[in-house]
């Protein structure tokens, strides 16, 4: 079990779901964690569960000055960081013919919020000669398309893009920097989405989600801590070949 005492992680989307389970696996190894969201109840309650350090920021990460001022603050209090996980997300459609057109919206937070996190990150980040990380909580809709939801595939098929580039300009800095692209997560969000999909064909939930896992590989769903695992591992030695990269942890959802 990897140790991170003595480094400093920002967890962003940290109040709940895959953040939350990350924070916390983090945490447990050690690490001082910056919760970072929207809501501060809900990462005080993540902080509250923690075994370790905490420091409690809210942010939105769609504000770029507060993403600035947010990391600045983490970097004040508890010194340089050695990782970030760009987590924070919004889902759902963007369907023209509702009227509702959630693109900006989306892909703000999305994409362009993982970009101003990695970069607020780049400023603080420690320059001790170890290894640093970033990684962005993609999905495996970055990989295909999937009818309603164009913004959100689009803003997390960026992602992949921006990690690419950004491992290939911050090689140099021993910064690593990758993606997961998660299938179905036992999370709200997903509870949120399938419902929506069940309502479309006249199914309760139940049966929506029977439909959409019936459509997986191994007909699973992952567990948040799932993913908080794999972080760890592109955290630890055993991740150190990793830049650049996206992990498919989507129960055969998608085969590359």
Same mark, same amino acid.
Request: negative net charge; glycine residues 12%; hydrophobic residues 50%.
């Given at each position: ?7 400093? +992680?920002?967890?962003?989307? +940290?109040?709940?779901? /895959?953040?939350?389970? /990350? ?31 905490? $420091? ?10 507060? %993403? ?5 603050? %983490?970097?004040?209090? &508890?010194?340089?960081? $050695?990782?970030?996980?760009? !987590? ?26 993982? #970009?101003?996190? *990695?970069?607020?990150?780049?400023? $603080?980040?420690?320059?001790?000669? @170890?290894? &640093? $990380? ?17 913004? #959100?595939?689009?803003? &997390? ?20 920097? !990758? ?5 179905? %997560? ?18 309760? #939930? ?26 760890? *591992?592109?955290?630890?030695?055993? @991740? ?9 942890? !989507? !129960?055969? +959802?998608?085969?590359?």
């Amino acid at each position: 079990m990897t140790d991170f005492s003595d480094r400093v +992680a920002v967890v962003t989307g +940290a109040g709940s779901g /895959i953040g939350r389970a /990350i924070a916390l696996e983090l945490s447990a190894r050690g690490a001082v964690v910056a919760l970072m969201g929207r809501t501060r109840a809900t990462l005080e309650a993540v902080a509250a569960e923690a075994p370790g350090e905490t $420091h409690v920021v809210p942010v939105d990460v769609a504000d770029r000055a507060a %993403v600035d001022q947010g990391f600045a603050e %983490v970097a004040r209090a &508890k010194g340089p960081l $050695h990782a970030v996980v760009a !987590n924070a997300g919004v889902g759902g459609p963007n369907d023209l013919g509702d009227g509702d057109d959630r693109w900006d919206e989306i892909v703000r937070t999305n994409l362009d919020g993982s #970009y101003f996190c *990695f970069r607020a990150f780049e400023r $603080h980040a420690a320059a001790d000669g @170890g290894f &640093k $990380h970033a990684i962005a909580i993609s999905s495996c809709v970055a990989r295909f398309g999937v009818p309603g939801i164009s913004a #959100y595939s689009a803003a &997390k098929a960026g992602q992949l893009g921006l990690v690419r580039s950004l491992a290939a300009e911050w090689a140099a800095r021993g910064i690593l920097v !990758n993606a997961i692209c998660p299938g179905w %997560v036992e999370t709200d969000m997903a509870v949120a989405r399938m419902t929506e999909l069940g309502a479309d064909e006249g199914l309760g #939930y139940e049966d929506a989600r029977a439909a959409q896992l019936a459509a997986v590989p191994l007909q699973r769903i992952s567990a948040p801590e799932e993913i908080a695992g794999l972080v760890t *591992f592109l955290l630890s030695p055993a @991740g150190v070949a990793f830049t650049g990269q996206a992990l498919d942890p !989507n !129960n055969g +959802a998608w085969m590359g």
